[in-house]
Protein backbone atom coordinates (compact mmCIF):
# COMPACT_ATOMS: atom_id res chain seq x y z
CA UNK A 1 0.00 0.00 0.00
CA UNK A 2 1.71 3.18 -1.23
CA UNK A 3 2.09 5.83 1.20
CA UNK A 4 1.57 9.57 0.99
CA UNK A 5 3.40 10.96 -2.04
CA UNK A 6 5.17 14.97 -2.05
CA UNK A 7 6.47 16.52 -4.95
CA UNK A 8 9.08 17.88 -5.22
CA UNK A 9 11.39 16.32 -2.46
CA UNK A 10 13.18 19.47 -2.41
CA UNK A 11 12.66 23.33 -4.20
CA UNK A 12 15.06 26.35 -4.42
CA UNK A 13 13.38 29.39 -5.49
CA UNK A 14 14.07 33.21 -5.65
CA UNK A 15 12.47 35.59 -3.69
CA UNK A 16 9.06 36.88 -5.14
CA UNK A 17 8.39 33.46 -7.31
CA UNK A 18 5.87 31.02 -6.79
CA UNK A 19 5.90 27.32 -5.98
CA UNK A 20 3.12 25.00 -6.39
CA UNK A 21 3.62 22.04 -4.45
CA UNK A 22 1.71 18.42 -5.04
CA UNK A 23 0.41 15.45 -2.32
CA UNK A 24 -0.80 11.95 -3.62
CA UNK A 25 -2.58 10.82 -0.42
CA UNK A 26 -3.05 7.37 0.70
CA UNK A 27 -5.89 5.87 -2.17
CA UNK A 28 -9.15 5.67 -0.48
CA UNK A 29 -7.83 8.78 1.74
CA UNK A 30 -10.08 12.00 1.21
CA UNK A 31 -9.16 14.29 3.26
CA UNK A 32 -5.60 16.20 2.68
CA UNK A 33 -3.98 18.73 5.52
CA UNK A 34 -0.63 20.84 4.89
CA UNK A 35 1.29 21.57 7.37
CA UNK A 36 4.14 24.45 7.51
CA UNK A 37 7.27 23.35 9.55
CA UNK A 38 10.14 25.54 10.58
CA UNK A 39 12.62 24.95 13.69
CA UNK A 40 11.04 28.27 15.32
CA UNK A 41 7.64 27.97 14.55
CA UNK A 42 7.30 24.07 14.61
CA UNK A 43 4.16 22.53 12.94
CA UNK A 44 1.58 24.62 12.01
CA UNK A 45 -1.85 23.83 10.35
CA UNK A 46 -2.12 25.54 7.35
CA UNK A 47 -5.24 24.25 5.55
CA UNK A 48 -7.71 20.93 4.91
CA UNK A 49 -9.51 19.64 1.95
CA UNK A 50 -12.25 17.27 1.82
CA UNK A 51 -14.27 16.25 -1.32
CA UNK A 52 -12.69 19.26 -2.98
CA UNK A 53 -13.25 22.02 -0.74
CA UNK A 54 -11.27 23.71 1.66
CA UNK A 55 -12.23 23.13 5.01
CA UNK A 56 -10.59 25.09 7.30
CA UNK A 57 -7.60 27.59 6.98
CA UNK A 58 -4.75 28.38 9.69
CA UNK A 59 -3.23 31.85 10.01
CA UNK A 60 -1.38 32.01 7.05
CA UNK A 61 -1.49 34.90 4.55
CA UNK A 62 -3.89 34.82 1.40
CA UNK A 63 -0.46 34.06 -0.47
CA UNK A 64 -0.61 30.25 0.80
CA UNK A 65 -3.51 28.14 -1.00
CA UNK A 66 -4.41 25.01 -2.09
CA UNK A 67 -6.65 22.69 -3.75
CA UNK A 68 -8.31 19.33 -3.87
CA UNK A 69 -9.19 17.51 -7.40
CA UNK A 70 -11.68 14.73 -7.24
CA UNK A 71 -8.75 12.08 -6.84
CA UNK A 72 -8.48 13.60 -3.67
CA UNK A 73 -4.84 14.79 -4.77
CA UNK A 74 -3.94 18.17 -3.32
CA UNK A 75 -1.36 20.84 -4.27
CA UNK A 76 -0.69 23.63 -2.26
CA UNK A 77 0.64 26.91 -3.62
CA UNK A 78 2.91 29.97 -2.41
CA UNK A 79 2.68 33.35 -4.35
CA UNK A 80 5.61 36.13 -3.76
CA UNK A 81 7.72 33.70 -2.17
CA UNK A 82 9.31 35.40 0.84
CA UNK A 83 13.06 34.69 2.71
CA UNK A 84 10.45 32.87 5.83
CA UNK A 85 8.73 30.75 3.36
CA UNK A 86 11.62 28.75 3.58
CA UNK A 87 10.28 25.64 5.35
CA UNK A 88 9.61 21.50 5.16
CA UNK A 89 5.81 21.46 4.14
CA UNK A 90 4.43 18.26 5.20
CA UNK A 91 0.98 16.42 3.41
CA UNK A 92 -1.15 14.63 5.68
CA UNK A 93 -3.57 12.40 4.16
CA UNK A 94 -6.82 10.32 6.61
CA UNK A 95 -9.61 8.37 5.57
CA UNK A 96 -12.04 11.45 6.36
CA UNK A 97 -13.03 13.86 8.28
CA UNK A 98 -13.42 13.64 11.69
CA UNK A 99 -12.65 9.27 11.68
CA UNK A 100 -10.22 7.61 13.86
CA UNK A 101 -8.08 5.35 12.25
CA UNK A 102 -4.38 5.04 12.31
CA UNK A 103 -3.32 9.13 12.39
CA UNK A 104 -3.25 11.04 9.92
CA UNK A 105 -0.10 9.77 7.82
CA UNK A 106 2.06 12.35 6.76
CA UNK A 107 4.42 12.18 3.71
CA UNK A 108 8.21 12.70 3.74
CA UNK A 109 7.84 16.80 2.87
CA UNK A 110 8.54 19.48 0.17
CA UNK A 111 11.79 20.82 1.51
CA UNK A 112 11.78 24.56 0.05
CA UNK A 113 14.45 26.92 0.41
CA UNK A 114 14.11 30.91 -0.95
CA UNK A 115 16.77 32.45 -1.34
CA UNK B 1 2.26 25.87 22.46
CA UNK B 2 3.26 25.07 19.37
CA UNK B 3 6.35 26.30 18.87
CA UNK B 4 9.58 24.42 18.19
CA UNK B 5 12.99 25.84 17.84
CA UNK B 6 16.54 24.77 18.18
CA UNK B 7 16.24 24.55 22.08
CA UNK B 8 14.26 20.97 21.83
CA UNK B 9 13.55 19.90 25.37
CA UNK B 10 16.12 16.28 25.26
CA UNK B 11 15.92 13.12 26.59
CA UNK B 12 18.85 11.13 27.36
CA UNK B 13 18.15 7.67 27.95
CA UNK B 14 20.74 4.60 28.18
CA UNK B 15 19.93 1.54 25.84
CA UNK B 16 17.64 -0.75 27.04
CA UNK B 17 16.29 1.74 29.69
CA UNK B 18 12.62 2.51 29.21
CA UNK B 19 11.72 6.04 28.20
CA UNK B 20 8.82 8.32 28.93
CA UNK B 21 7.73 11.21 26.76
CA UNK B 22 5.42 13.60 28.24
CA UNK B 23 3.60 16.17 26.53
CA UNK B 24 0.88 18.71 28.49
CA UNK B 25 -2.01 19.59 25.41
CA UNK B 26 -4.68 22.29 25.54
CA UNK B 27 -7.76 21.69 25.08
CA UNK B 28 -10.29 19.60 27.26
CA UNK B 29 -12.61 19.20 24.24
CA UNK B 30 -9.78 17.63 22.19
CA UNK B 31 -10.68 13.68 21.06
CA UNK B 32 -8.37 12.04 19.25
CA UNK B 33 -4.39 12.28 20.63
CA UNK B 34 -1.52 10.97 18.39
CA UNK B 35 2.03 10.63 18.93
CA UNK B 36 4.79 10.86 16.05
CA UNK B 37 8.62 10.25 15.54
CA UNK B 38 10.43 12.48 12.98
CA UNK B 39 13.78 11.45 12.12
CA UNK B 40 16.09 14.15 10.47
CA UNK B 41 14.84 14.74 6.65
CA UNK B 42 11.61 12.98 7.21
CA UNK B 43 7.85 13.57 8.00
CA UNK B 44 6.48 12.63 10.94
CA UNK B 45 5.51 8.66 11.34
CA UNK B 46 2.71 7.71 13.07
CA UNK B 47 3.31 5.61 16.70
CA UNK B 48 0.33 5.56 18.50
CA UNK B 49 -3.21 6.79 18.79
CA UNK B 50 -6.09 6.89 22.02
CA UNK B 51 -9.50 8.46 22.17
CA UNK B 52 -10.58 10.46 24.44
CA UNK B 53 -12.45 7.77 25.98
CA UNK B 54 -9.30 6.03 26.71
CA UNK B 55 -7.01 6.48 29.78
CA UNK B 56 -4.43 3.70 28.51
CA UNK B 57 -3.16 1.98 24.80
CA UNK B 58 -0.45 -0.47 24.20
CA UNK B 59 0.99 -1.04 21.36
CA UNK B 60 4.53 -3.09 20.47
CA UNK B 61 7.12 -1.25 23.03
CA UNK B 62 4.83 1.21 23.24
CA UNK B 63 2.70 2.85 25.11
CA UNK B 64 0.31 6.13 25.66
CA UNK B 65 -1.39 7.16 28.72
CA UNK B 66 -4.00 9.91 28.67
CA UNK B 67 -4.69 11.91 31.93
CA UNK B 68 -7.91 14.15 30.86
CA UNK B 69 -8.22 15.60 34.19
CA UNK B 70 -4.82 17.26 34.32
CA UNK B 71 -4.50 17.48 30.41
CA UNK B 72 -1.41 15.26 30.17
CA UNK B 73 -0.71 12.61 27.86
CA UNK B 74 2.64 10.42 27.91
CA UNK B 75 4.54 7.83 25.40
CA UNK B 76 6.18 5.06 27.40
CA UNK B 77 8.88 3.11 25.17
CA UNK B 78 10.17 0.00 26.87
CA UNK B 79 13.60 -1.33 26.23
CA UNK B 80 14.94 2.05 24.29
CA UNK B 81 17.03 1.17 21.45
CA UNK B 82 18.96 3.25 19.36
CA UNK B 83 16.68 3.73 16.45
CA UNK B 84 14.23 5.38 18.48
CA UNK B 85 15.93 8.58 18.77
CA UNK B 86 14.18 10.86 17.25
CA UNK B 87 12.01 14.17 17.92
CA UNK B 88 8.75 13.13 19.22
CA UNK B 89 5.63 15.19 18.61
CA UNK B 90 2.28 14.66 20.63
CA UNK B 91 -0.96 16.42 18.37
CA UNK B 92 -4.69 16.62 19.96
CA UNK B 93 -7.51 16.70 17.63
CA UNK B 94 -10.18 19.55 18.10
CA UNK B 95 -14.01 18.26 18.10
CA UNK B 96 -14.87 21.60 16.33
CA UNK B 97 -15.13 22.34 12.83
CA UNK B 98 -11.85 21.80 12.23
CA UNK B 99 -10.58 18.71 12.87
CA UNK B 100 -7.03 19.78 12.74
CA UNK B 101 -4.43 18.62 14.58
CA UNK B 102 -2.18 20.90 17.42
CA UNK B 103 1.20 19.60 17.71
CA UNK B 104 2.89 20.01 20.75
CA UNK B 105 6.43 21.45 21.08
CA UNK B 106 8.46 18.25 20.55
CA UNK B 107 10.76 16.42 22.77
CA UNK B 108 14.00 15.07 21.50
CA UNK B 109 15.13 11.41 22.71
CA UNK B 110 18.46 10.47 22.46
CA UNK B 111 19.74 6.92 23.19
CA UNK B 112 23.29 6.18 24.17
CA UNK B 113 24.54 2.93 23.26
Known amino acids: KAGVTQTPRYLIKTRGQQVTLSCSPI?????VSWYQQTPGQGLQFLFEYFSETQRNKGNFPGRFSGRQFSNSRSEMNVSTLELGDSALYLC??????????????FGSGTRLTVV | GESVGLHLPTLSVQEGDNSIINCAYSNSASDYFIWYKQESGKGPQFIIDIRSNMDKRQGQRVTVLLNKTVKHLSLQIAATQPGDSAVYFC????????????FGSGTRLLVRP
Open chain 2, 91 to 102: AERRVDSSYKLI
Open chain 1, 92 to 105: ASSLGRGAFNYGYT
Open chain 1, 27 to 31: SGHRS
